[in-house]
C-alpha cells in the first residue's frame, strides 16, 4: 500500500476493530484517468462495505436496524436500495450494505442491495 492507493476492504467488526476478509488496491500510476477501479461508476465508493446475511431485524422501514456478520446496520428514510425495497430486508436474507461509520461502531446504511 502506498499514499494516494486507492482500497476496497471487506471484512467484519471483532470488537473495536475489522478484521479484513478481502483488500482491493487501485493504484493510479498514470494520469490518464482511465483506471478499473476508479469509482467513478458508484457514487458511494467512498463508503465502508459489509456483505453477508441479516440477522436480528428490528424496527419498521424505513428505520431499520440489522446485524450483517457482527456489525450492527441501522437504516432510515435516507438509506436507498437496490434489488428490491426496505421490506424485502428480512433474517437470512443475503445483503451488501455500503455506509457511514458511526461513533457507537454501528454503520448507518447508505445504500442495501439485496442479493440474489
Known amino acids: 500500500l502506498g499514499v494516494g492507493d486507492r482500497v476496497g476492504v471487506l471484512g467484519a467488526l471483532n470488537g473495536s476493530r475489522i478484521v479484513a476478509t478481502r483488500v482491493e488496491v487501485t493504484r493510479d500510476d498514470d494520469d490518464d484517468d482511465d483506471d478499473?477501479?476508479?469509482?467513478?461508476?458508484?457514487?458511494?465508493?467512498?463508503f465502508?462495505?459489509?456483505e453477508?446475511?441479516?440477522?436480528?431485524?428490528t424496527g419498521t422501514c424505513p428505520d431499520i436496524t440489522f446485524t450483517v456478520r457482527g456489525m450492527i446496520v441501522r437504516a432510515n428514510s435516507?438509506?436507498?436500495?437496490?434489488?428490491?425495497?426496505c421490506a424485502q430486508v428480512q433474517d437470512d436474507v443475503p445483503v451488501e450494505v455500503k455506509g457511514q461509520r458511526q461513533r457507537d461502531g454501528s454503520l448507518l446504511a447508505v445504500r442495501v442491495e439485496i442479493e440474489d
Not at 478499473?36 to 467512498?46: E, V
Open 36 to 46: 478499473d477501479r476508479d469509482g467513478d461508476d458508484d457514487p458511494d465508493a467512498r
Open 48 to 50: 465502508p462495505e459489509i
Open 52 to 57: 453477508g446475511r441479516v440477522s436480528g431485524l
Open 78 to 85: 435516507a438509506t436507498r436500495y437496490q434489488g428490491g425495497a
